[in-house]
């Protein structure tokens, strides 16, 4: 059975950082591809970035390059997401996926 548990959602200000987490089970991590998408309030799915973990190639939306960072830890078989300099509108509910399975999502909220 595939699992993914999202942690490190919260409230930030502007300009702040978070970095989310994702613990991943009944794949083979070392060798999956995963992303992080969100979901902003009254708006669809949203992909912000994805790890091919076999060649270690990321991949990122225009709004997410230079901000936020996708990395994973084989050994704890936990994707994350580091997102630095974050604005109102990153405000969302980000889920990690693979394949066809996602998490249940983490609220991040940015407001002053």
């Known amino acids: 059975e595939v699992q993914l548990v999202e942690t490190g959602g919260g409230l930030v200000q502007p300009g702040g950082s978070l970095k989310l987490s994702c613990v991943v089970s009944?794949?083979?991590?070392?060798?999956?591809?995963m992303s992080w998408v969100r979901q902003a309030p009254g708006k669809g799915l949203e992909w912000v970035s994805s790890?091919?973990?076999?060649?270690?190639?990321?991949i990122y939306a225009d709004f997410a390059k230079g901000r936020f960072t996708i990395s994973t830890d084989n050994a704890k078989n936990t994707l994350y997401l580091q997102m630095n300099n974050l604005n109102s509108e990153d405000t969302a509910v980000y889920y990690c996926?693979?394949?066809?399975?996602r998490g249940q999502g983490t609220q991040v909220t940015v407001s002053s």
């Open positions: 790890i091919y973990n076999d060649v270690r190639k990321t």
């Open positions: 996926a693979t394949g066809t399975f």
């Open positions: 009944g794949v083979r991590f070392s060798s999956a591809a």
